[in-house]
Protein backbone atom coordinates (compact mmCIF):
# COMPACT_ATOMS: atom_id res chain seq x y z
CA UNK A 1 0.00 0.00 0.00
CA UNK A 2 1.44 3.31 -1.02
CA UNK A 3 1.94 6.00 1.98
CA UNK A 4 0.59 9.41 1.50
CA UNK A 5 2.04 11.39 4.45
CA UNK A 6 5.55 10.13 6.50
CA UNK A 7 6.35 12.19 9.51
CA UNK A 8 9.62 11.57 10.44
CA UNK A 9 10.44 12.74 13.83
CA UNK A 10 8.57 15.80 14.43
CA UNK A 11 9.05 18.52 17.18
CA UNK A 12 6.82 21.27 17.00
CA UNK A 13 6.54 24.00 19.53
CA UNK A 14 5.22 27.55 20.18
CA UNK A 15 8.12 29.82 21.09
CA UNK A 16 10.55 28.00 23.37
CA UNK A 17 7.27 25.66 24.71
CA UNK A 18 7.78 22.33 22.79
CA UNK A 19 4.15 21.17 22.19
CA UNK A 20 5.35 17.31 20.02
CA UNK A 21 8.36 15.84 20.36
CA UNK A 22 9.95 13.10 18.26
CA UNK A 23 6.41 12.08 16.80
CA UNK A 24 6.62 9.63 13.59
CA UNK A 25 3.34 8.86 12.26
CA UNK A 26 2.85 7.40 8.88
CA UNK A 27 -0.47 7.70 6.81
CA UNK A 28 -1.27 5.29 4.40
CA UNK A 29 -3.61 5.19 0.96
CA UNK A 30 -7.23 4.59 2.05
CA UNK A 31 -6.17 4.71 5.71
CA UNK A 32 -8.49 5.66 8.41
CA UNK A 33 -5.95 6.88 11.63
CA UNK A 34 -7.54 8.04 14.69
CA UNK A 35 -5.76 10.00 16.72
CA UNK A 36 -6.52 10.51 20.43
CA UNK A 37 -5.09 11.43 23.69
CA UNK A 38 -5.63 14.49 26.44
CA UNK A 39 -6.77 17.76 26.10
CA UNK A 40 -3.60 20.14 25.30
CA UNK A 41 -1.47 17.31 24.25
CA UNK A 42 -0.62 18.03 21.09
CA UNK A 43 -3.21 16.53 18.52
CA UNK A 44 -4.47 20.07 16.97
CA UNK A 45 -0.48 20.94 16.62
CA UNK A 46 -0.17 17.30 15.05
CA UNK A 47 -2.81 18.77 12.35
CA UNK A 48 -0.98 21.88 12.03
CA UNK A 49 2.17 20.99 11.45
CA UNK A 50 0.20 18.37 8.65
CA UNK A 51 -1.60 21.51 6.96
CA UNK A 52 1.80 23.61 6.71
CA UNK A 53 0.19 25.84 9.47
CA UNK A 54 3.06 25.46 11.88
CA UNK A 55 6.53 24.17 10.83
CA UNK A 56 8.41 21.69 12.81
CA UNK A 57 11.95 22.85 14.84
CA UNK A 58 13.21 19.23 14.07
CA UNK A 59 12.69 16.32 11.52
CA UNK A 60 10.27 16.54 8.48
CA UNK A 61 7.00 16.07 6.84
CA UNK A 62 6.71 14.15 3.38
CA UNK A 63 3.89 14.32 1.02
CA UNK A 64 3.47 11.40 -1.41
CA UNK A 65 1.55 10.31 -4.45
CA UNK A 66 1.80 7.48 -6.44
CA UNK A 67 4.85 6.14 -4.90
CA UNK A 68 6.74 9.79 -5.72
CA UNK A 69 6.93 12.28 -3.42
CA UNK A 70 5.58 15.56 -4.33
CA UNK A 71 5.26 19.23 -2.47
CA UNK A 72 1.41 18.92 -1.72
CA UNK A 73 -1.43 17.21 -1.38
CA UNK A 74 -5.41 17.99 -1.57
CA UNK A 75 -6.45 17.78 1.93
CA UNK A 76 -9.94 18.82 3.29
CA UNK A 77 -9.97 19.94 6.89
CA UNK A 78 -12.77 20.81 8.98
CA UNK A 79 -11.76 22.59 12.76
CA UNK A 80 -12.82 21.82 15.77
CA UNK A 81 -13.96 25.01 16.65
CA UNK A 82 -14.88 27.18 13.42
CA UNK A 83 -15.75 31.18 13.49
CA UNK A 84 -18.12 32.04 10.99
CA UNK A 85 -20.02 35.15 10.45
CA UNK A 86 -23.62 34.07 10.29
CA UNK A 87 -24.91 37.57 8.92
CA UNK A 88 -22.90 37.00 6.06
CA UNK A 89 -25.33 36.72 3.17
CA UNK A 90 -24.43 33.44 1.85
CA UNK A 91 -26.70 30.50 1.58
CA UNK A 92 -26.15 26.52 2.15
CA UNK A 93 -25.11 25.46 -1.63
CA UNK A 94 -22.82 28.69 -1.77
CA UNK A 95 -20.62 28.00 0.99
CA UNK A 96 -20.00 24.03 0.32
CA UNK A 97 -19.15 25.66 -3.34
CA UNK A 98 -16.12 27.89 -2.21
CA UNK A 99 -14.75 24.01 -1.15
CA UNK A 100 -14.04 23.99 -5.18
CA UNK A 101 -12.65 27.71 -5.38
CA UNK A 102 -9.33 26.77 -6.21
CA UNK A 103 -10.18 24.71 -9.21
CA UNK A 104 -11.99 27.45 -10.79
CA UNK A 105 -10.64 30.81 -12.58
CA UNK A 106 -11.50 33.97 -11.09
CA UNK A 107 -15.12 35.28 -12.24
CA UNK A 108 -15.80 32.15 -14.17
CA UNK A 109 -18.87 29.86 -13.72
CA UNK A 110 -18.63 26.66 -12.27
CA UNK A 111 -18.84 23.96 -15.09
CA UNK A 112 -21.56 21.37 -14.99
CA UNK A 113 -19.20 18.77 -13.50
CA UNK A 114 -18.67 20.83 -10.70
CA UNK A 115 -22.36 22.21 -10.07
CA UNK A 116 -22.76 17.91 -10.10
CA UNK A 117 -20.54 17.59 -6.60
CA UNK A 118 -22.09 20.40 -5.72
CA UNK A 119 -25.46 18.97 -5.72
CA UNK A 120 -24.11 15.84 -4.68
CA UNK A 121 -22.65 16.68 -1.31
CA UNK A 122 -25.34 18.93 -0.43
CA UNK A 123 -27.83 15.84 -0.72
CA UNK A 124 -24.98 13.75 0.99
CA UNK A 125 -24.87 15.70 4.03
CA UNK A 126 -28.86 15.52 4.00
CA UNK A 127 -29.23 19.43 3.13
CA UNK A 128 -31.32 19.42 0.31
CA UNK A 129 -34.61 21.24 1.70
CA UNK A 130 -32.07 23.86 2.65
CA UNK A 131 -29.53 24.56 -0.01
CA UNK A 132 -30.97 27.94 -0.31
CA UNK A 133 -31.36 28.81 3.03
CA UNK A 134 -28.84 31.71 4.56
CA UNK A 135 -26.42 30.20 7.09
CA UNK A 136 -28.19 32.53 9.50
CA UNK A 137 -30.89 30.90 10.10
CA UNK A 138 -29.63 27.32 10.02
CA UNK A 139 -28.81 25.27 13.58
CA UNK A 140 -25.20 24.99 14.84
CA UNK A 141 -25.55 20.94 13.44
CA UNK A 142 -26.59 22.14 10.55
CA UNK A 143 -24.04 25.10 9.69
CA UNK A 144 -21.29 22.32 10.79
CA UNK A 145 -22.71 19.50 8.14
CA UNK A 146 -22.42 22.72 5.61
CA UNK A 147 -18.93 23.43 6.63
CA UNK A 148 -18.06 19.01 5.78
CA UNK A 149 -19.44 19.67 2.98
CA UNK A 150 -17.21 22.43 2.30
CA UNK A 151 -14.24 20.21 3.02
CA UNK A 152 -15.35 16.98 1.05
CA UNK A 153 -16.30 18.36 -2.54
CA UNK A 154 -12.99 18.80 -3.64
CA UNK A 155 -12.63 15.03 -3.07
CA UNK A 156 -9.73 15.77 -1.47
CA UNK A 157 -6.66 12.94 -0.78
CA UNK A 158 -6.75 13.54 2.86
CA UNK A 159 -9.75 14.50 4.86
CA UNK A 160 -8.34 15.91 8.43
CA UNK A 161 -11.41 15.84 10.90
CA UNK A 162 -10.95 17.71 14.52
CA UNK A 163 -12.88 16.81 17.29
CA UNK A 164 -16.03 15.39 15.18
CA UNK A 165 -18.52 14.24 18.40
CA UNK A 166 -18.18 18.25 19.29
CA UNK A 167 -19.93 19.45 15.92
CA UNK A 168 -22.34 16.50 14.47
CA UNK A 169 -25.53 16.42 16.09
CA UNK A 170 -27.68 13.43 17.25
CA UNK A 171 -29.75 13.01 14.58
CA UNK A 172 -27.13 13.16 11.69
CA UNK A 173 -24.26 11.04 14.09
CA UNK A 174 -25.36 7.35 12.10
CA UNK A 175 -25.50 9.14 8.76
CA UNK A 176 -22.38 10.96 9.37
CA UNK A 177 -20.54 7.25 10.77
CA UNK A 178 -22.17 5.94 6.99
CA UNK A 179 -20.62 9.03 5.24
CA UNK A 180 -17.25 8.22 6.80
CA UNK A 181 -16.82 4.85 5.41
CA UNK A 182 -18.51 6.17 2.09
CA UNK A 183 -15.58 8.96 2.18
CA UNK A 184 -12.81 6.35 3.55
CA UNK A 185 -13.33 4.49 0.18
CA UNK A 186 -11.71 7.34 -1.76
CA UNK A 187 -10.38 9.57 0.54
CA UNK A 188 -7.68 8.79 3.64
CA UNK A 189 -9.10 9.77 6.44
CA UNK A 190 -7.77 11.42 10.05
CA UNK A 191 -10.15 11.57 13.03
CA UNK A 192 -9.03 13.29 16.06
CA UNK A 193 -10.91 12.71 19.22
CA UNK A 194 -10.96 11.89 23.03
CA UNK A 195 -13.95 10.01 22.64
CA UNK A 196 -13.57 6.72 22.60
CA UNK A 197 -16.81 5.64 21.49
CA UNK A 198 -16.57 7.82 18.08
CA UNK A 199 -12.90 6.60 16.75
CA UNK A 200 -12.73 2.82 17.85
CA UNK A 201 -15.75 1.76 15.66
CA UNK A 202 -14.42 3.30 12.59
CA UNK A 203 -10.83 3.92 12.21
CA UNK A 204 -7.92 0.84 11.19
CA UNK A 205 -5.23 2.73 13.37
CA UNK A 206 -4.70 4.77 16.09
CA UNK A 207 -1.90 6.70 17.07
CA UNK A 208 -1.69 7.76 20.96
CA UNK A 209 -0.30 11.09 21.47
CA UNK A 210 0.56 13.34 24.66
CA UNK A 211 3.83 15.51 23.51
CA UNK A 212 5.35 12.02 21.91
CA UNK A 213 4.18 9.51 20.36
CA UNK A 214 2.94 6.54 23.15
CA UNK A 215 1.98 4.11 20.10
CA UNK A 216 1.11 3.60 16.78
CA UNK A 217 -0.95 0.00 16.03
CA UNK A 218 -3.81 -1.62 14.18
CA UNK A 219 -7.06 -1.09 15.49
CA UNK A 220 -7.49 -5.31 15.98
CA UNK A 221 -4.75 -4.52 18.96
CA UNK A 222 -5.85 -1.35 20.55
CA UNK A 223 -8.04 -2.97 23.24
CA UNK A 224 -9.88 -1.76 25.98
CA UNK A 225 -7.24 -3.31 28.60
CA UNK A 226 -4.85 -0.77 26.69
CA UNK A 227 -6.62 2.22 27.73
CA UNK A 228 -6.78 0.95 31.05
CA UNK A 229 -3.24 0.92 31.77
CA UNK A 230 -2.78 4.47 29.86
CA UNK A 231 -4.76 6.25 32.07
CA UNK A 232 -2.60 9.16 32.09
CA UNK A 233 -2.26 9.30 28.49
CA UNK A 234 -5.90 9.36 27.55
CA UNK A 235 -9.19 10.76 28.84
CA UNK A 236 -11.40 7.96 29.76
CA UNK A 237 -14.30 9.79 31.31
CA UNK A 238 -16.61 9.60 28.21
CA UNK A 239 -15.62 6.14 27.27
Given at each position: ??????????????????????????????????????????????????????????????????????????????????????????????????????????????????????DDVVRQMG?????????????????????????????????????????????????????????????????????????????????????????????????????????????????
Amino acid sequence: MNKLIAIEHVTAAYGQKAVLQDVTVTLFEHDFLGIIGPNGGGKTTLLKVILGLLRPVAGAIRFYQNGREVPSLNIGYLPQANQVDRKFPICVREVIASGLAAEKPWFRPFSREQNRRIDDVVRQMGLGALAGRPIGELSGGQLQRVLLGRSIVSRPQVLILDEPSSYVDKRFESHFNGLLEEISKESAVILVSHDMRMVLPMVKHIACVNETLRYHVPTDVFTKNQLELDKEWVDLRRY
